[in-house]
């Protein structure tokens, strides 16, 4: 039985994050919420919840262990045990491979899938301890496809469904869930960065890009919305979803189906 209503997500700034943290506001959860806020001033973006008092901006430079295991301690300390765990965070970057910069390849690796591992080992005791937890993990479509130029996405989203299936077979016995939510394209401020990026690459205009190749990968013709990502993660919350675990669940308007 749940003991601890409190939730980390993130990557939550912005984007599929964001929606998700605010989601979990509206539960009535108390929110950790970790990302980048460049010059944003932290009460005001929390204030943006609706519900200060159940929102707390959780810095770290997922980049390492040290920071993440610091965010942990402290979120633990303010909100108590996390029983929720929303590993979204994720950066972008687009290149042939015999181009690709090291430190890019790093810096993805590290906060696309090394710093899940991170938080999922620090979050598990406390949820084996409350005998109830969820850990959701933004994958993509591209946890179980690929596409060119973007090597170190591809790779660390893979990752991330191998991270989630292992990590399910380990915990199916003690009522936590892993699941992996698996998005086609998104409108999101991480999806319009690349576009320019991608054009260069494929030697095609902008607007080509979102109609030749992001669109063109979903049959539906339409991006995915936050919304439905985070409808998806509240199903994965409630107890209908108790038996789903170690699964990837496609929201990418038919992409995977081809």
Not at 13 to 35: D, F, K, P, Q
Not at 95 to 109: N, Q, T
Not at 191 to 204: F, L, N, S
Request: overall charge negative.
């Amino acid at each position: 039985m749940m003991k601890s209503n409190h939730a980390l997500v993130t990557g939550a700034t912005s984007g599929i994050g964001y929606a998700m943290a605010r989601r979990l506001v509206e539960l009535g959860y108390r929110v950790s919420v970790n990302g980048l806020l460049g010059e944003e001033d932290p009460n005001d973006f929390l204030m943006s919840f609706g519900d200060r008092e159940r929102v707390r901006f959780a810095e770290a430079d997922l980049r390492s262990s040290q920071p993440i295991e610091k965010m942990m301690k402290e979120a633990k300390q303010a909100f108590g045990p996390i029983s929720v765990l929303v590993n979204n965070a994720g950066i972008q970057h687009v290149s042939p491979v015999e181009d690709f910069a090291v430190e890019k390849w790093d810096a993805i690796i590290a906060i696309n899938m090394s710093s899940a591992f991170h938080t999922i080992r620090l979050a598990v005791p406390d949820m084996k301890d409350l005998g109830w937890g969820r850990i959701i993990n933004l994958a993509s479509a591209h946890a179980l496809v690929a596409s060119p130029f973007k090597t170190a996405y591809v790779s660390a989203k893979h990752g991330v469904l191998g991270l989630t299936k292992t990590v399910a077979l380990e915990l199916a016995k003690h009522n936590i869930t892993c699941t992996a939510i698996c998005p086609g394209y998104v409108k999101t401020p991480l999806v319009e960065k690349q576009i320019p990026d991608t054009a260069k690459a494929r030697g095609m205009t902008e607007q080509e890009v979102v109609e030749k190749v992001l669109l063109a990968a979903q049959p539906t013709g339409k991006f995915v919305t936050v919304e439905q990502i985070a409808d998806a993660m509240e199903f994965l919350l409630s107890d209908g979803a108790a038996n789903i675990t170690g699964s990837a669940l496609s929201i990418d308007g038919g992409w995977i189906a081809q």
